[in-house]
T-cell receptor, first 116, second 114 residues
Framework: NAGVMQNPRHLVRRRGQEARLRCSPV?????VYWYRQLPEEGLKFMVY????????ESGMPKERFSAEFPKEGPSILRIQQVVRGDSAAYFC??????????????FGPGTRLLVL | QQQVKQSPQSLIVQKGGISIINCAYE??????FPWYQQFPGKGPALLIA?????SEKKEGRFTISFNKSAKQFSLHIMDSQPGDSATYFC?????????????FGQGTRLTINP
């Protein structure tokens, strides 16, 4: 895990509340991916962002979920009106040289969201 | 067609033995096949990766074998050690799209007995 920071590491929310997950990429990386991992499953792609742009959000639910990667500051994954099915580990990965043969995604430690 | 199927779900190997994990895919447009290692409470870490123009890649005790015609690839861990105990994920992506949306297998929980 080459320097991707995620916080909080653990987040507990009650149904209906909002969850905000933050990701600071490796210094110098301008591409961020978010993945969700349900218990005992592999990671599922959610969204791919560059600074100030959403490039691909095909894996993100159309309602309640949004993501941003502003010019300054971390990338934010926001989940509004959380439900129990949102309980999962959310991983952020960052990379440089996106789409090239040299690209490698580096993953953060994840945020484990528990919805009560 | 976007799935990557991984087996076995769990694997127990004696120290010094060979651990073998297999993956199969359907999408012939996939052209990048990485393996990730994940310890409990941590994020996945890239272990080794292969492109379909070679049939095998070796890095230390870790080897990827790739069979393009069968659309299968596998991870071999030689001389397995207790420190290798972790969950292993295979993945695949189609890089030319410019967005490396990794498609992950379901994971294999590997336990190396001392």
């Amino acid at each position: 895990n080459a320097g991707v920071m995620q916080n909080p590491r653990h987040l507990v929310r009650r149904r209906g509340q909002e969850a905000r997950l933050r990701c600071s990429p490796v210094k110098g990386h301008s591409h961020v991916y978010w993945y969700r991992q349900l218990p005992e499953e592999g990671l599922k792609f959610m969204v791919y962002l560059q600074k100030e742009n959403i490039i691909d959000e095909s894996g993100m639910p159309k309602e309640r979920f949004s993501a941003e990667f502003p010019k300054e500051g971390p990338s934010i994954l926001r989940i509004q009106q959380v439900v129990r099915g949102d309980s999962a580990a959310y991983f952020c990965a960052s990379s440089t040289l996106a789409g090239t043969a040299q690209e490698t995604q580096y993953f953060g430690p994840g945020t484990r969201l528990l919805v009560l | 067609q976007q799935q990557v199927k991984q087996s076995p779900q769990s694997l127990i190997v004696q120290k010094g033995g060979i651990s073998i994990i297999n993956c199969a895919y359907e999408n012939t447009a996939f052209d990048y096949f990485p393996w990730y290692q994940q310890f409990p409470g941590k994020g996945p870490a890239l272990l080794i990766a292969i492109r379909p123009d070679v049939s095998e890649k070796k890095e230390g005790r870790f080897t990827i074998s790739f069979n393009k015609s069968a659309k299968q690839f596998s991870l071999h861990i030689m001389d397995s050690q207790p420190g290798d105990s972790a969950t292993y994920f295979c993945a695949a992506s189609n890089r030319p799209y410019g967005a490396q949306k990794l498609v992950f297998g379901q994971g294999t929980r590997l336990t190396i007995n001392p």
